[in-house]
T-cell receptor, first 113, second 115 residues
Framework: SQKIEQNSEALNIQEGKTATLTCNYT??????LQWYRQDPGRGPVFLLL?????KEKRKERLKVTFDTTLKQSLFHITASQPADSATYLC????????????FGKGTSLLVTP | GAVVSQHPSRVICKSGTSVKIECRSL??????MFWYRQFPKQSLMLMAT?????????EQGVEKDKFLINHASLTLSTLTVTSAHPEDSSFYIC???????????FGPGTRLLVL
């Protein structure tokens, strides 16, 4: 069955550094991969989408890479700020339900001043 | 960006009662909405796809008679948890397709606690 794995351990980094989060998947050939941000007790917020034929995507301080050979995506936040502290979710297209998404468990990021 | 709202944000009910959760797209029309459930420290799990004017499509293992979905208009989908039990306590989140169709706008979620 399809599996999406994100580092379950929280990532603690110092303000100003680059945070790098990993998403690995197995038994999957997704057409696209997305990253969402989720704050405690809130719904996810869309950040970036990268398609299978794209290697890299950028948006302001965010950068996503997509390696379909390694079946991995890396999510980078440069010049991190305490306001970036949240849980970041990796999501792939559902194989069974149209545009619905399959989510990883997320990685919690804490940026300290 | 598009806004999706949910109501209520939090509900506590007794075991055996039914609870209705509303999901509204405030400034756009959503022919398709999705309902997810999230347990603490777990990923969002898709429960069902809600299609305007037709029956919802449920994921494997989700009881359609327990989780009733109605999508009567292009801006409103409702999820009714019937005869709720403590194990139904969870965070229920709806979403609607975004302007980039593969992306989704999520509601703020509804925290359900069944006593």
């Amino acid at each position: 069955s399809q599996k999406i794995e994100q580092n379950s351990e929280a990532l603690n980094i110092q303000e100003g550094k680059t945070a790098t989060l990993t998403c690995n998947y197995t038994n999957y050939s997704p057409a696209y991969l997305q990253w969402y941000r989720q704050d405690p007790g809130r719904g996810p917020v869309f950040l970036l989408l990268i398609r299978e034929n794209e290697k890299e995507k950028r948006k302001e301080r965010l950068k996503v890479t997509f390696d379909t050979t390694l079946k991995q995506s890396l999510f980078h936040i440069t010049a991190s700020q305490p306001a970036d502290s949240a849980t970041y979710l990796c999501a792939l297209d559902s194989l069974t339900a149209g545009y619905a998404l399959n989510f990883g468990k997320g990685t919690s990021l804490l940026v300290t001043p | 960006g598009a806004v999706v709202s949910q109501h209520p944000s939090r509900v506590i009910c007794k075991s055996g009662t039914s609870v209705k959760i509303e999901c509204r797209s405030l400034d756009f029309q959503a022919t398709t909405m999705f309902w997810y459930r999230q347990f603490p420290k777990q990923s969002l799990m898709l429960m069902a796809t809600s299609n305007e004017g037709s029956k919802a499509t449920y994921e494997q293992g989700v009881e359609k008679d327990k989780f009733l979905i109605n999508h009567a208009s292009l801006t409103l989908s409702t999820l009714t948890v019937t005869s709720a039990h403590p194990e139904d306590s969870s965070f229920y989140i709806c979403s609607a397709a975004g302007t980039i169709q593969e992306t989704q706008y999520f509601g703020p979620g509804t925290r359900l606690l069944v006593l």
